[in-house]
Each structure stands twice: as C-alpha cells, then as structure tokens.
C-alpha cells in the first residue's frame, strides 16, 4: 500500500529512501570526527549524490555539533534532502534538536531510546513501563515542532518481541511517521531481521501508515545483508554511512547496499534516488577528508573493486566484460580515463578535468591546486587523474587552518645526521624550526615540534603510493591519539618528507578543532 509521508507525499510500494548518517553515526567513530567546513561540504556532496534523509548531527552533544546541524540546515532552506538531528527523550535534547534544524525547508527529529532488557536495565535503571511512557512523552514533544519524527527503538534487535510491538504501537499513536529497529550491536542475522519486520507489520495497529526503517552495525560483517533482509520484510528506510563508517566495525555501507539494490534488482525490485555514479566520488571525499582510505578490496569504491589480475579473468573481461563484472567500473563512478594534463594544460583544462573528476571548488582553491598542478607538471613526466585528485583532495582539506606548511629543508645522506628548518604560518605569523632527528623525516617532525610546541602521541605513520613510477607522489598519513581520541592527517607530494610534513600540519589543525569540541555524552559511545 503506498504512503503519504509529511516530507515525501505519496510514496510507491517499491521506493526505498536512503537515510544517510555518515555526519552523525559514521562521525561518531574514533578519527572521524569533521570541521564545520568538512561537514558542509560533505553535505553538498551527499545531497548532490541525491540521498533523501540526512542525519546532520546530534545537536545536543556540542556547541560545534548544534553550529553544524544548524548550517546544514541553513544550507538546505529552499530544497534539498530531508535534514535530520538526533535526540534523545528528554525535553532539553528534542528542544535542541528542533532549534538545530529549523531552517531547513524539510526537517526531521530523530528520537530514541533503549528496549533491550539489558540497556534498560543497566544502561537506563528503568522499568519498561516507564520507557513506554517516554517513548509517548518525546515523539508527541517531537511533533509540535514538526511533522516528521522518527522514532528508534535502540538495540532494538535484542528486544523482547512483545515489549518492541508495545513501543512501536506507542510511538505511532504519538505520531512518529518512520519507525527504525537498529541493530545497534551489530548482533543480528538476516533471519532476525526477516522475522522483526514481518511481525511488526503484521502485528502492530498502524503499521501501514508508517515507513519502516533498518539501521545496522557491522561487528559481524552482516549489515549490508541484514539491510537487504529487512527490506525484503518490508522496510522502506535503509540508513547507512559512505564508506560504512560508525561506531566500532561501522554501518551498512551506502554503497554496498544501494549497488546489491540494483544490481540484483531481479531479487529486491526496489527504486531507489541515489545517483551511482556519483558514489566514488563522495567515497573519496569522506577518504580525504577523514585521512581514512577504505581498503583496496573495498566493495564498489575500493582500488581493486574492479581490477582483474588472474590472466583467466583478464582474458574472459576482455571478450566479455560481464563474464567477471557484476555491474560496470562506469555505474559508480570509475574512469577508465587515466592518462590526463601535462605541464602545458592551462587553467580551463584542469578546471574541466577536475570537474569531470568529480570536483568542483571555489576559485581560492582552484587557485591553489592549479598552481600546485603546475609544480606537480614539472616534476613529474606524466600526471594521471590519481595524482589530481590527491592534490585537490589535499588542497580541500585545509581550510581555514591554523597553522599553514610554508617552508621545508631537509639535507640527508649516508653518514651524516638529518637536519630540517620548517616554516610555519600559525594565524598569520610566522614561526621557524630546526632540528635533527633519526632520519629525515623525524628530524622534519622535531623541527616542527620545535617551531609550534606541543605534545602529541603518534599514533601511525603510513606512506602509500599514489601512482606507480619512483616519480610518483607519496600520500601520507599521519595518525595523533589524545585522551583516547584519534585523528587522521594526509599530505600528498611527489617528496615524500613534503608529504610528510603536509600530513602532521593537516593532523595538528584537525585536533586543534578536535580540543574546541565538547566531548558527546556517553549515550552516544554505547
Ligand atoms: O545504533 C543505534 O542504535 C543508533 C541509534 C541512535 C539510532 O545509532
Ligand atoms: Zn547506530
């Protein structure tokens, strides 16, 4: 039966809306946390690739959460996707929520709260008639500000089956419109997920008149198929991060699901709005910005996703490319264009290129990564889409930086010690560093340390190749841990030091912010 749903209207059985929480949930993971910028243009980029919900943040956990949610709303004021903000049951949560995303054209409140035996009793101390009075309590709060509330029953999969029918029916007489079931420890299997969805179809009064939704983690590496179970059953809300970040193992990655949803559209005959081929580059921009790769086998967006190296394979793709392809490298976003500018490409050449690449960024930054293009073109024989896209993935990471990487020397050789001066721009002025290290690279990060004191426990240093040849450029990352907190910094140049010295600048500035942050409130770390 279709729906009439406050945001969307009439909705076809067959329509799947794809509730994007990489700002929230996937931002929640240890590393991943953005700036207000990084999450504006992720945002951009989210909606862009034509999600129907996103979950901007929990307005409550922060100042920079609220600031964020808020602009994000802003940003959406005349149309775009649905913008969504979390809270919990209590007043000041829903309240703050509702501030956060009204000035967005379409707006949602997220509520939720635990129905699990164990969460109740441990994490709540309540009885489950008192969680059945809040679950009343907030979704009525939650739709005198508007009309589209979603309801979540938190750890819904480890519910008692009854106690979850009573929840959910209290929840649709409160008015929530969607109805999500997480399985937010990642706990479930396919079979649970079939057998949740059919029996609160079936069995809850006002189950036609709501969307149901599936929210999973990935600690058993099933989200994607629990995701597919519960739509089978009936769901028609897939919420799932780009690249699968969250909490732990992650969320059901948007990707993998929304490419099984058309790939094997003979199985699950759904529609879906995503625009696929637009999905590796938002996977890339999430990678940049969070200095997180996704690992070469990745499905969809992984280097290797759709490279054939056994000669058997090689021979069958090029008879026939569907003899080892489920679905084309094209449909999501793969160029087989590889070999692209060189150092006499002009400005309107590379301007074309990055936005057949995917990019489109304001002149400041064009400014920079043309110039940046330029250098790269000198120095290297041939520049391949790979290395723009990591210098203007590189470029796009660091606005507004504090402290800016404006000079670096490095002399080195058998016998002689490592020697750096570094020059930095910390809010305009200028700081200098010299020191000697345990190779050229330590003796890079100690000047560093040197002209901008701090402490910082390193965590990880990663050096990865961005194209073959020994001119190719190097992508560093670089990984600093406080109180527990992680954050990634990447830097790409074809010196490795350079790349080197990019990346720790980029990561000193990301926990610069991180520091600014108020810490999330412990619910959120379940
Ligand atoms: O995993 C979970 O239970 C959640 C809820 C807040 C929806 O993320
Ligand atoms: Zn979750």
Known sequence: MAINHPSFGTLAEDRIIIFDTTLRDGEQSPGFSMNLDEKLRMAEALADLGVDVMEAGFPIASMGDFESVEAIAKRFAKEGP???????????????????????????????????????????????????????????????????????????????????????????????????????????????????????????????????????????????????????????????????????????????????????????????????????????????????????????VGRNAFAHESGIHQDGVLKDASTYEIMTPESVGWTTNSLVLGKHSGRAAFRDRLKSLGYEIGDNQLNDAFKRFKDLADRKKVVYDEDIAALVDDEV????????????????????????????????????????????????????????????????????????????QARVTVRFEEKGKLVDGQGADTCTIVASARAYVHALNKLLVKRERTEPPAVLRA
Not at 196 to 209: H, K, Q, T
Not at 410 to 430: F, H, N, Q
Not at 444 to 466: C, I
């Open 82 to 300: 649905v913008v969504c903000g979390l809270a919990r049951t209590s007043s000041a949560d829903i309240l703050r929520a509702a501030e956060a995303i009204k000035p967005a054209a379409r707006r949602r409140i997220h509520t939720f709260v635990s129905t699990s035996p164990l969460h109740m009793r441990v994490k709540l101390r309540m009885e489950p008639e008192a969680v059945l009075e809040l679950v009343t309590a907030s979704v009525s709060l939650a739709r005198q500000h508007t009309d589209d509330v979603e309801w979540s029953a938190e750890d819904g999969t480890r519910t008692e089956h009854e106690f979850l029918c009573r929840c959910v029916e209290a929840a649709i007489k409160a008015g929530a419109t969607t109805i999500n079931i997480p399985d937010t420890v990642g706990y479930a299997v396919p079979e649970d997920m079939a057998f949740i969805f059919n029996m609160l179809r079936e069995r809850v009064p006002g189950a036609d008149g709501v969307i149901f939704s599936t929210h999973n983690h990935n600690d058993l590496g099933l989200a994607v198929a629990n995701t597919l179970a519960a739509i089978r059953a009936g769901a028609r809300q897939v919420e799932c991060t780009i690249n699968g970040i969250g909490e732990r193992a992650g969320n059901a990655s948007l990707e993998e699901a929304v490419m099984a949803l058309r790939t094997r559209h003979d199985a699950i005959p759904t529609t879906n709005s995503i625009v696929t081929t637009k999905l590796l580059k938002v996977s890339k921009l999430l990678a940049a910005t969070t200095g997180f790769d996704v690992q070469p086998n990745k499905a969809i």
């Open 397 to 472: 990471g660091r606005t507004n930086e504090t402290i800016r990487l404006t000079g670096l020397n490095v002399s080195t050789g058998m016998g002689t010690k490592p020697m750096a001066t570094i020059t930095l721009e910390v809010d305009g002025e200028r700081r200098d560093g010299m020191a000697i290290g345990d190779g050229a690279v330590d003796a890079t990060f100690n000047a560093l340390r040197q002209a901008y004191p701090h402490e910082v426990n390193l965590k990880l240093y990663a050096v990865q190749s961005v194209t073959g040849g020994t001119d190719a």
